[in-house]
């Protein structure tokens, strides 16, 4: 069932390709060496070393006591477990609370992590840190929607943007964001007309977590999939270990699946 059979290294530059040829991209977070090499050789386009780490594998309620430390960690295995597929790894919560901290947190994922673009959650990031980051060649994604290390001020994690005055605000803030140099969008939990809108807009491309199908790719949480994280699954990822009943079969499954735009359907997307 594997769809892999690319196997040049995935850079910013081939996301891009992959948005204006119509190929869906697809990807997953992951924390270490053994799952990393899984994903790669499923042929997951992009590893996120997402702060979700934090709950899924350190235990916490929420992201917001991972590390700029605890990034460098993963980010350090997951490198050593891949060959094509690019490594993402998230800002944490207070890491880009200043410009300085920006720069200075972003460079120490890239030079002690091995990070190859760095993610950050639009809200405590400001638009000249998109521009700085990019002057220094740190290629960015901005993460819109539902931001996590928000939760605390949201109360619950719900869906963004189905308000119109918040739309119209998501819709600026991308074309924002994509001016000031950002290389990839991620809308968390966005109503998938929305989040269709915003991909047809933009010229980076757009990943989906809870965002519908129209989106240029998918990204999920690896423990979600896999049916191994703690607490309730959330409406929007599919547990892939139950239709398929082994974590290769599940990581190639999900691959395919988007791929061939079969995820997300309506029961995964928001209205
Ligand atoms: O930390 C994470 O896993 C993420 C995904 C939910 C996109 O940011």
Known sequence: MSQHIETKKVT????RQMKAAGRKIASLTAYDAAFARVLDRAGID?????????MVVQGHGSTIPVTVDDIIYHTRMVGRGVERAMVMADMPFMSYASAEDCLKNAARLMKEGGAEIVKLEWGALQLDMVSRLTECGIPVCAHLGLTPQAIFKYGAYRVQGREPDTAVKMRADAKALEEAGADMLLLECVPAPLA??????AHVPVIGIG???AVDGQILVLY???????????????????????????????VAEVREQ??????YSFS
Not at 262 to 267: K, V
């Open 211 to 213: 965002a519908g199908m």
């Open 46 to 54: 992009f590893i996120l070393v997402g702060d979700s780490v934090g």
């Open 196 to 201: 269709a809108e915003i991909t047809a807009a």
């Open 12 to 15: 910013t530059s081939t996301v």
């Open 224 to 254: 979600d999939i896999l049916d191994i994280a703690p607490g309730k699954r959330t409406r929007f990822s599919k547990n892939y270990m139950a239709q398929v009943g082994s974590i290769h079969g599940a990581i190639e499954a999900f």
């Open 262 to 267: 079969r995820f997300p359907t309506a029961e």
